[in-house]
């Protein structure tokens, strides 16, 4: 017999002594006819070939369900039966969670714990032994053995699912998935079910009652509430709720009534305390109620053998109801309301005839009530001389409208005597018909046809109010339509365009053909969203639009409406308009002012001046000499020249600015100039040479230039510089030659 069991993973022990000592110990025989090896992580004797998967609470659950819910394992089908053995199932299968399920220990003395405490006791094992002594069968190739008749470990882990009260439900032996049966020793808690109260309200139902009561339930469950009504009624709810609700209506007025209510549960019975005891009285009885019948009266209408029939009751301590009216003819009709008068009208059948009519009262707690006065006897007239309502005639013609040419109009004669006319209905043989209402001798309509060139066959017949569909040959007619008008055509033929004055904007023109029909308006229908329309009747027609965006590419669209079609447009009628790029920034700068005097010309200057622009073009130099006087030089160039001449020789700041059809009023430091006074030939004044120099008067000891002299040429005598000059006439000429030098010295200085 070969005894195979898995205790621990990866654990390979020779047991061949041990199983004999176990055998010894438990009083069984056991033959070993060869070496035994307990189970590795996976063996054939396992009920899970290699044990459950995981190493927490968690993952042990769902290795368990997933092998359970698949049913098989390592070729065998069993798992089911062999589990559900051990009490498993699907539904404690599925609620396994780590509340409700925990790995506890099994030992060799048949204990199952968990956290310390025994929850179970005598336990059996299954695997896939062979028969032996204790041993029972559990499915093909499964037995099950108690751990004291057989079991080599002494503990090892299992899987422990409990109950909802916290008993032990079934095991697993995690590292080899075979199930284990054992027996509760878990007490489970005591179950506490109490009434909790029981309240009452009133309704406005007299003598009807809402009676609601809650309980509470701990370790039990709530199965029903049992209400008592003091009455000899009661009433069950089944329920498990904390709180349950029932109306009941009492027979009696003035009357005190005990409601009690028991409450059940799946372990107690009956379980009531005085909360859930209450006293309800019934209201007062009210007063009598007094309803009556009080008088029925009928009168004639216009309608022959037609009568309105007025009924008036009167009730006191109770409502009316309804009041139903019995004519006397085998009919009747009920008129539901509560006021104190009701009428009806009724027709009768024949003529010459009288009819007694009665009408009974229906009340809240009386029905039927009535009296001699509330019947009433008609006679019906004699009947009337014999209606006669003839159609006399039909004419149909052809009316052309503004919109359209198969309009006819139809007017229809008819006569009545006896009788009244009520309505003309008008057939116009094309599948239609029109009624028109009135009592008069003559009717007209206007109808419209659908189709050309056809025929159609047109009626009229009358109603009175005595006869129906009263027609005649003469109140038949024919009406022809005309033939179809051409056809009329519109076409869009072409959209153009073409660049306006502004930046982005564009001219577009439009032109179109209509045959048979008449242009109406022009619809230009722009792709950024706007549109514009021209009312118009010509063929063409132009629109201005300005886009918002440079180099954008933008869709435009022409319609034309007519009379008669609408939203026309065509291939050609649709255009692609790219604008241009976005014009570049313009730019312009002043670089440079220069003067230069002007020869032979006193204060003359002429002045140049240069600038530089991008993306724009020059239009004028403005030049401002700084003494109030400005002039401006057009010109596109990058170069401007002017001529100025200063009344005054003093300094001056002149400064240019440059323009550009783009910028304006633009300078620089470089653009202004300073001018200085000039030097000019002096006007000598009196006592001064001519280079404004003063003159001198020389003294005896000094030449004509008032230089001093040696002391042998002094003479101190007047005309001693005479005498000398002109005895000497060298020297004479030596020194004017030194006054002319001088003088031009001067000139030059």
Known sequence: MNIFTKFTRKAKLVVAGAILAVGLATGAALTVTNQQTYADTCDK??????????????????SLQKFYHNGSDNGHKDLKAVYNWAGWSTANIDAMNTKNTKVGTLYRNGNIKVDGKVVATDAWVSARFTSGKGFKQIAPGVWARKTTTSFANPSVPVLVHFKGDGTFDAAVMVNCGNSVKATNVVKPPKPVLTCSKLVFAKTSDTRTFTFTATAAAKNTKIVSYVFKFGDGATKTVSTSSTKASVSHKYSSYSKSYKTTVYVNGSDQKNVTNSNCDVTVKTPAAPAKPELACVDLKG?????????????????????????????????????????????????????????TTSVSVNGTDQKNVTNSGCKVTVTTPKPPVKPEL?????????????????????????????????????????????????????????????????TYSASVAVNGTDQKNVTATACKTTVTTPKP???????????????????????????????????VSYNFKFSDGTSQTVTTSAE??????????????????????????????????????????????????????????????????????TANATNTTIVSYVF??????????????????????????????????????????????????QIAPTTQPCVPKEGEDENCQPTCVPTATQDENCNELP??????GPGAIAGLFAGTSVLGAGVHQIVRRRSNRNKRD
């Open 45 to 62: 004797v396992n009920i899970i070939h290699c044990g459950l998967a995981g190493s927490t609470d968690s993952s042990y659950i769902k």
């Open 299 to 355: 009168a004639a209408t216009s309608t022959a053998r037609e009568y309105t029939f007025t009924a008036k009751a009167s009730a006191k301590n109770t409502k009316i109801v309804s009041y139903v009216f019995n004519f006397g003819d085998g009919t009747s009709k009920t008129v539901t309301t509560s006021a104190t008068t009701a009428n009806v009208t009724h027709k009768y059948s024949d003529y010459s005839k009288s009819y």
């Open 390 to 454: 003839a159609c006399v005639s039909l004419d149909g013609k052809l009316v052309k409208t503004e919109t359209s040419d198969r309009t006819a109009t139809f007017k229809a004669t008819a006569s009545a005597k006896n009788t009244k006319i009520v309505s003309y209905v008008f057939n116009f043989g094309d599948g239609t018909s029109k009624t028109v209402t009135t009592s008069a001798s003559t009717a007209s309509v206007s109808h419209t046809y659908s189709a050309y060139s056809k």
């Open 485 to 519: 008008p051409v056809k009329p055509v519109l076409a869009c033929d072409e959209l153009t365009f073409k660049s306006a004055s502004t930046a982005l904007a564009y001219t577009f023109t439009a032109t179109a053909t209509a045959s048979n029909t008449k242009i």
């Open 540 to 609: 063409t027609a132009n629109v201005k639009h300005t886009f918002a965006d440079y180099g954008k590419s933008y869709t435009a669209t022409v319609y034309v409406n007519g009379t008669d079609q609408q939203n026309v447009t065509d291939t050609g009628c649709k255009v692609v308009v790219k604008t241009p790029e976005a014009p570049k920034k313009p730019a312009l700068t002043c670089e440079n002012l220069t003067f230069q005097a002007v020869a032979d010309k006193d204060l003359t200057y002429t002045f140049t001046a």
């Open 624 to 673: 401002d000499f700084g003494d109030g006087a400005t002039t401006t030089v057009p010109t596109s160039a990058e170069t401007a020249n002017t001529e100025h001449t200063y009344a005054q020789n003093q300094a001056y700041t002149a400064t240019v600015t440059v323009n550009s059809k783009d910028i304006t009023g633009v300078t620089s430091e470089t653009c202004k100039v």
């Open 711 to 716: 002391p042998t040429l002094v003479n101190t």
